[in-house]
């Protein structure tokens, strides 16, 4: 399984859940976009340097069909493309929640097309169910792979927003804004 293989190779990070159901593979969690380096004389990692946060990814027959995250940096995007590219179905839809820009985009980049969309704060599954026009109804019963694959079903014809734009361009159009914590009231 893909997500097995992830896992021994320490990509897997803050996990929520990793499942399969017939050919379906499903993750909830982080992805390591940066191992971190070797912490002490045993071999241990330190934490990665960089992570895509919150991530729900959908896989069959070992390839990802949906790859939803949230990045701190535009930038973060190669590093998304190296780790996890060669994993993607020719058909893969991509959906990054992306702190440092303010107006959706569409990247155009290894042949790839990005739906990017502005989020400082909230909760990336909250926001895909929106997206995907689906309420919490939907999922009754369903197992978690079943509702991720709920999900990529409804966003068939799921159209991004935004000005097409190749990377490099897309890069001029960061904004100095960081990720809203949250802490004690």
Do not use: C
């Amino acid at each position: 399984m893909l997500f097995d293989t992830y896992e021994q190779k320490g990509l897997l990070f803050n996990m929520n859940f990793k499942e399969s159901e017939g050919s379906l593979a499903a993750y909830r969690g982080d992805l390591v976009l940066e191992l971190g380096e070797i912490g002490d004389i045993h071999g241990h990692l330190k934490p990665p340097v960089h992570t895509i946060k919150n991530t729900i990814v959908l896989a069959e027959n070992d390839k990802i069909k949906l790859y939803v995250g949230s990045l701190d940096e535009l930038a973060l995007i190669p590093k998304v493309l190296d780790y996890y590219q060669a994993d993607f179905s020719s058909d893969v839809r991509i959906i990054l929640f992306v702190v440092n820009i303010n107006k959706p985009l569409i990247i155009e980049t290894g042949g790839l097309i990005i739906a990017a969309i502005g989020m400082q704060e909230g909760l990336i599954w909250n926001e895909l169910i929106d997206i995907a026009a689906l309420d919490k109804s939907d999922f009754k019963g369903q197992s978690a792979t079943k509702k991720i694959d709920t999900v990529y079903k409804a966003l068939a014809d799921y159209k991004p927003k935004g000005d097409k734009v190749t990377f490099v361009e897309a890069l001029t159009r960061t904004v100095e804004l960081k990720r809203a914590g949250r802490g004690p009231v």
